[in-house]
């Protein structure tokens, strides 16, 4: 991010962030995975960390054993009198804010000096700090303590000395870069099955989500790995039922809502197992995702993509050009956590199957398999090499993340209907057009459920398809008078320049 001395302070904290039951005080939207000892959050107040690895802890996990905990933030963070305000970029305030290529050792430095100048701004302000809240309502505050992140968590680790904490910088709505998987698996490399993990980001949303969903996936690794081959030698267990990529979602649900895209599909038929890695990644999302796909959490990444897919359609051209790179993004993202699945499964068949005479000799099974303990697992290549060995997976979500039918068609029958009214007397025929323009919205979106957005969606249709019908001389003038603004793609507008508008030009 850098340039500390113009950036705004910004509270991370704001009314109405906590949007879970059973809140933790002072950690918003703090969750457990089920199944997983994995846990999500926003940002803490130093008084929230604690909180935090205290419930983590419990009456059964010691204090002083290992916690991993990682920041998924791009911002630097310090603490005013116990509560985190973050530096932003003064045109980028708001709930979160893409920020560029930010590395820890980047966000360390620039941490650093955020300090030193809210220091300074509070030394020449009387003690006191101005800073904004995510809707840029101007605040101050008596400054009493300032921290940095950093130093909040050596001074947790007083009370819970096996704390790790690791900052991976992370984009809001792409993937993760290959190398933030790498960090992340070398973090958690040597670690126990029942090794807390905590991820934050600011609110506890869309990229805690994800860190989330790929260290349950480290987690799955752990324990194919460890425990598949043992259990094998146990006489009358069904190893059907401990399988990990049988999981099957809903067949009745939309396929956007099942995450079958184009690129997807493609993916999935290139890689060994696709269908199995696709399964056993769906089936970790869901688990992170919302009540309704058994999870505890607010984000549901997949279905997250087809509800905004459905968003689009009701948008006007500005909106949807933001939604389509953020929907783009967001399928990225899916994308590479199927090929991270893969890559994990991979790995959890080399330590079963392919381990050296040394690891045969210490962990070998009578079944010739191997069952390493989780925290002895070792991975034989890191992702940015699988990636390197499948190097025409970047390819093809590049080429392949937009390929979305964006627009609904219009059946060719009620277009070639449209268009021979609109030319025999478009002004005689007025009337029936756009009677029967409803009539086919009416038709194309009935799956819609009736409200506003159905509403909408029909409207903007109306509107599109009227323009993309309308007779030459009259569709120049109408286009002409958009480009400069004097009326917009709008029904009534382009119906009142077409009627008693004629006088108007462009």
Known sequence: ?????????????????????????????FRRVPGFKVYCCGQPTIAGFEAALTKVCGDKYPKDGPIIWFNLRQEPDVYVNGEPICARPPNKIGEYAELGNVTRDSAKADEEEFIKVIEGRAKENAGKLKFVDINK??????????????????GLKAKFPGLVHMRIPVCNSAAP?????????????????????????????????????????????????????????????????????RYKMDPAKDPLFRGEFEVVKELVASLKDGDAAKNECDKVIDKNGTPKTGGTGIKQLRENIAESKLSYEIMDDAAQAFLKMKIMDNIHKYFFMIAFTAYMREAAEVA????????????????????????????????????????????????????????????????????????????ANLGKIIHDIYQTAHTMFADMPQGDHKKRAKYRFASKTLMRILPNNLKGEVEALIEKKSITLDLYEILGQCTWGQGIKA
């Open 1 to 29: 991010m850098g340039d500390m001395a113009n950036a705004a302070c910004m509270a991370d904290g704001f009314d109405k962030i906590q949007k879970l039951p059973d809140p933790v005080p002072g950690c918003p939207n």
């Open 137 to 154: 309502a101007e605040k101050e505050i008596e400054v009493k303590e300032v921290v940095t992140l950093s130093n909040v968590i050596e």
């Open 177 to 245: 870069l290959e190398t933030d998987f790498d960090i992340l698996v070398k973090t958690l490399i040597g670690t126990n099955i029942n090794t807390p993990v905590i991820i934050n980001d600011q609110v506890g949303l869309s990229r805690a989500t994800t860190g989330c969903v790929a260290a349950c996936l480290f987690k799955e690794f752990q324990i194919s790995a460890s425990f598949e081959g043992l259990v094998e030698t146990v006489p009358g267990v069904n190893l059907d039922l401990l399988k990990m990529d």
């Open 352 to 427: 079963k199957n392919a381990g050296t005479d040394e690891e045969k000799a210490k962990n070998g099974l009578t079944g010739g398999k191997i069952s390493t303990p989780a925290d002895q697992l070792k991975l034989p290549k890191t992702f940015v090499l699988y990636m390197e060995e499948h190097s025409g997976l970047r390819n093809i979500v590049e080429e392949g993340k937009g390929k979305l039918q964006w627009e609904r068609d219009i059946p060719a029958a009620a277009l070639t209907n449209l268009e021979s009214l609109a030319a025999s007397d478009f002004k």
